[in-house]
């Protein structure tokens, strides 16, 4: 992907058109364009070089669209950070990516001198955004001075273009070195399957720039001169309020996300008729609460998507079928799937398995990992996606559960999404997850946390009785815990590490 010819030429053909949006500031292609390829220039003279490694650590802003396109213009490669990072997290990634700069804005907790003074490869850290006492744009004052040409040269679609941090922290960091051939994958597929047009207008409703799906927003808007609006947080009103004054046709968020949305008692007051598609990712999601919002917007497809870092996601959609809405579909444009049992062997026909996939969207490696990359990538190039999928006689995918996310329970395997989506089919829950804990017979049993619509409903006995006419009886969790809320991620998945955890200190 040419990032730089792309901005050319919509800054050519739509110079005065929207490129970025948030409440109360807007960006246009011309503006948009020239930003980046200032930012490249910025970087030149500063001694980057094509592969050098640039970090991030900025909030979702059009600063941050900005600064990140135009390292990938300088064919730099991106390492975008999580914003609600700390600081020895911080210095753990950046430490572990040898990135030569740093685009940093300024956060309570976060000393800029203490992190480069502990990452001695860190030759400069550029101060961006706001901070007391400093005029806005920081150490980037300098860029008004630079041309903003359309940078030379040229990458190559093996050249390194992002390094993404999906796990670990102080620990063993998993780097997923994405390249710019991979860039191209997320545009392919959302365009093919989303039926994207130029007059169309994503909303990024707080997916961080530090997950890959917050970096395909920036790809579709750059490859298709899409508008994008943008906000640093998910809010539910705020996004539904997004939604209805800016016209937008097409967004992806996780399935907590509709939950928080449907909890609202407004949302019914919002005119959502501009949308075209709106999308599930990151999780096993329940089609009983994806029909509850189709609801809210009867003209507009709802789809579920699967992908991973690992594979420059997304890579597949269910089908626009409400029945198969539970689905992932089948795998196309060049990725090739197949199920495997625990000893590698290929399952054929209808089964069940672990999903592996292969093809010119799986990454090359996981950085300065050489071991965990043989572990997760075979010879022949299938990755093992760690997800266990059904497929059914029309080669159509569904996600059972995550492997890691599977119990035994008496030798008899539990997935916790099936359960989790059994207890949201009962009326008066509106979250659940479920996680095992030690049992000295059965090894281990089903815990389920529950959110209720009402503080007052029934209890777990009364979800127990409800689970008995849908599951297995080794199925249905031995104890239930009613929570006012359950603790998310920064991409706003359902945070069962720390489930765990807070299970095991009890």
């Not at 690992?310 to 444009?333: H, Q, V, Y």
Request: proline share 5%.
């Amino acid at each position: 992907m040419d990032i730089a010819s792309l901005l050319s030429s919509h800054a050519a053909d739509r110079p005065g058109k929207t490129a970025v949006q948030t409440r109360g500031r807007s960006m246009s292609f011309r503006e948009l364009a020239r930003r980046a390829f200032q930012v490249s220039e910025f970087l030149e003279r500063r001694g980057v070089v094509k592969g050098t490694h640039v970090g991030i650590f900025l909030p979702n802003s059009v600063e941050s669209v900005w600064i990140q396109l135009g390292i990938l213009c300088r064919g730099a490669v991106l390492v975008p950070l999580d914003y609600m990072l700390s600081q020895e997290e911080v210095i753990a990634f950046l430490h572990h990516s040898g990135a030569a700069l740093l685009f940093f804005q300024p956060k309570k907790g976060i000393d800029a001198a203490e992190v480069r003074a502990r990452c001695p490869h860190l030759q400069s850290v550029v101060r961006c955004g706001d901070s007391p006492g400093e005029e806005r744009g920081g150490d980037l004052d300098e860029l008004v001075s630079y041309s903003g040409r359309e940078p030379k040269g040229s990458v190559s679609p093996d050249d390194p273009a992002a390094l993404f941090y999906t796990s670990g922290s102080t620990g063993r960091p998993k780097g997923v070195v994405l390249s710019f051939g991979h860039l191209d994958n997320p545009v392919e597929t959302i365009g093919k399957y989303l039926q994207v047009e130029e007059t169309d207008v994503f909303l990024c409703g707080g997916v961080p720039f530090s997950h890959v799906g917050g970096l395909d927003y920036l790809l579709l808007t750059a490859s298709f001169g899409t508008t994008l609006v943008l906000m640093e947080r998910f809010h539910p009103l705020e996004f539904l309020r997004n939604i209805a004054e800016f016209g937008v046709t097409i967004f992806c968020i996780v399935p907590a996300m509709y939950v928080a949305i449907l909890a609202l008692k407004e949302y019914e007051r919002f005119d959502l008729s501009s949308l075209r598609y709106a999308v599930v990712f990151g999780a096993p999601s329940s089609p009983a609460l994806l029909c509850r919002f189709h609801r809210m917007c009867p003209n507009a497809g709802v789809l579920n998507g699967w992908g991973m870092t690992e594979t420059a996601a997304p890579n597949t959609f269910s089908p626009r079928d409400e029945e198969k809405l539970s689905t992932i579909g089948r795998f196309e444009l060049g990725t090739e799937a197949r199920l495997s049992d625990d000893a590698g062997r290929e399952i054929s026909g209808p089964g069940e398995g672990e999903l592996w996939v292969r093809g010119p969207a799986v990454m090359k490696e996981y950085f300065k990992d050489l071991e965990l990359t043989r572990q997760t990538i075979t010879p022949e190039g299938w990755l093992k996606t760690g997800d266990i999928a059904r497929r059914d006689r029309e080669g159509i995918y569904t996600i059972v559960g995550r492997k890691k996310d599977m119990l035994k329970v008496a030798g008899e395997i539990v997935f916790c999404a099936e359960v989790e989506e059994a207890l949201q089919m009962h009326p008066e829950v509106r979250e659940a997850a479920v996680i095992g804990v030690p049992d000295r017979f059965r090894g281990e049993v089903p815990k389920a946390f529950v959110v209720l619509r009402d503080e007052a409903a029934h209890g777990g006995e009364h979800l127990r009785e409800f689970l008995r006419a849908r599951l297995a009886h080794f199925k249905i969790p031995h104890f239930f815990q009613v929570c006012g809320s359950l603790p998310k991620n920064r991409t706003g998945k359902i945070d069962k590490r720390l489930l765990r955890k807070t299970e095991e200190s009890v």
